[in-house]
């Protein structure tokens, strides 16, 4: 079973800066379509950004013009750099990871199998 390691994340102050890391066990992330999707205290989870194999990302309204994702296949890491953050950033953060394309749509998260383990971002205003 696909295994997704999370490491970064953290508290900061109103726009400050945060980045987020994902490596892979097993998959190849060179064909796989991986992003990143949060949920916050009484809320759904919701996408943030994904990355297709052929290098194509979207991301959530909210978050474009301040968050970048990228991946190093060699590395197997995916990673999220996170700038101008804000209160409404707060949220557990979880990698995801499926062999399927995304190339300008939101797959249904049910289609994710691979999930990291969550890491708590905190934005104070």
């Known amino acids: 079973q696909e295994q997704l390691v999370q490491s970064g994340g953290g508290s900061v102050q109103a726009g400050g800066n945060l980045s987020l890391s994902c490596t892979a066990t097993k998959i190849i992330y060179r064909n796989w379509c991986t992003g990143w999707y949060r949920q916050a205290p009484g809320k759904e989870r919701e996408g943030v950004a994904l990355?297709?194999?052929?290098?194509?990302?979207i991301y959530a309204d909210s978050v474009k013009g301040r968050f970048t994702i990228s991946k190093d296949t060699a590395k197997k890491t995916l990673t999220l750099q996170m700038t101008n953050l804000k209160p409404d950033d707060t949220a557990v953060y979880y990698c995801?990871?499926?062999?399927?394309?995304?190339?300008?749509?939101?797959?249904?998260?049910?289609?994710?199998?691979?999930w990291g383990q969550g890491t708590q971002v905190t934005v104070s205003s």
């Open positions: 995801v990871a499926e062999g399927l394309t995304c190339i300008g749509h939101w797959p249904r998260i049910a289609e994710f199998g691979a």
């Open positions: 990355l297709d194999s052929g290098g194509s990302s």
